[in-house]
């Protein structure tokens, strides 16, 4: 198909090819990385007498995939944090928190927040989607305790739903600050 | 242990004292990004893509263990020579004596096991005595 394709076409598309792939990078070390290629490439063509493209094609090969090249940079760079605020896990919080009182949708959408966040760690994110717990468990035991005792409703249901929002708020604090740093 | 899981190890290996393989090319000489490069994936073993050696140059040039500097050829554009910095040779002469060290104990550990027949010797078709 490529009848036409020469060496230094093959070179072209080679360092399209990593511009694309970096452009994750910091502009400065990509720039740097483009330029190191760039030069190993010109440098190893002025050396071989035969510049036709099954020699460049070799050079290429053992360059590596510039997918691969790109990601030897990325992991030696540090990974940059993500910009702006936790305004993601903050509504993460609210609807997993409280939002599911007003109806499955908001604790859907404050679980897929939470599990799309690029600041929280998949142990967050386990937490994240845990909030709604402490509230339930405190609506169930009240539902037990009233069942089997005949207690005074306001009596037990007052305790232990405030038992269970204080964890869910003390818990959702610490997302938000595990978040933001 | 599967062949696989020591190749895996042995490959972590190879990455890890990388850096320190290229401070020891550059104690005899200045080489240029190609050369240096080549002899580097070379000395690395099978499976090392020349291209992924380059951003550690970049991250060793960063941390001032090497120099580079540019040089005419005769042969195409100028090339970038990287060089040992004093700090480059400090950072060798540390490595290579924790390195003596530890390959030593590795040996001494290995030479012991294989000292102990069937032990460590899947093939060995004796099967383990039970102490009474």
């Known amino acids: 198909v490529n009848r036409t394709t020469t060496a230094d ?29 760039r030069e190993h490439i010109a440098a190893d063509r002025a050396d071989a007498p035969d510049d036709g493209p099954a020699r460049v094609r070799t050079v290429l090969d053992r360059l590596g995939p510039p997918e691969e090249v790109a990601a030897a940079a990325g992991a030696q760079a540090p990974a940059p944090a ?29 679980l897929v927040l939470a599990w799309t966040s690029p600041r929280w760690a998949v142990r967050q994110k386990v937490l994240a989607t845990l909030l709604p717990a402490p509230v339930l468990i ?9 069942v089997a005792t005949h207690a005074p409703l306001a009596a037990v249901v007052l305790p232990l739903l405030l038992a269970g929002l204080a964890t869910t708020v003390l818990l959702a604090v610490r997302l938000v600050r595990r978040a933001r740093a | 242990m599967e062949p696989g899981r020591a190749s895996s190890s042995l490959a972590q290996l190879r990455r890890g004292v990388l850096e320190h393989c290229v401070l020891a090319l550059l104690h005899a000489e200045e080489l240029y990004s190609l050369d240096l490069v080549r002899r580097l994936a070379e000395a ?58 530890f390959t030593a104990s590795v040996d001494a550990l290995l030479a012991t096991a294989e000292r102990q027949p069937g032990a ?8 383990p005595r039970r102490t009474p």
């Open chain 2, 44 to 101: 690395s073993g099978q499976g090392v893509s020349e291209g992924t050696l380059y951003p550690l140059l970049s991250r060793l040039r960063k941390e001032g263990r090497v120099s580079t500097s540019w040089r005419e050829s005769s042969s195409g554009p100028p090339r970038r020579y990287y060089a040992l910095t004093t700090s480059g040779a400090a950072a060798l002469a540390a490595f290579t004596a924790e390195w003596r060290d």
């Open chain 1, 9 to 37: 076409d093959l070179v072209a598309d080679y360092l399209h090819r990593l511009a694309q792939a970096s452009t994750g990078l910091p502009a400065g070390e990509r720039a740097e990385l483009l330029e190191q290629i």
């Open chain 1, 82 to 110: 993500p910009p702006g605020g936790p305004a993601r896990e903050v509504a993460a919080v609210l609807l997993l928190g409280v939002g599911w009182v007003a109806g499955g949708l908001g604790w859907l959408v404050g």
């Open chain 2, 120 to 127: 460590a010797d899947p093939t060995d078709p004796t099967p």
């Open chain 1, 138 to 146: 405190a609506l169930l035991m009240t539902h037990a305790v009233t």
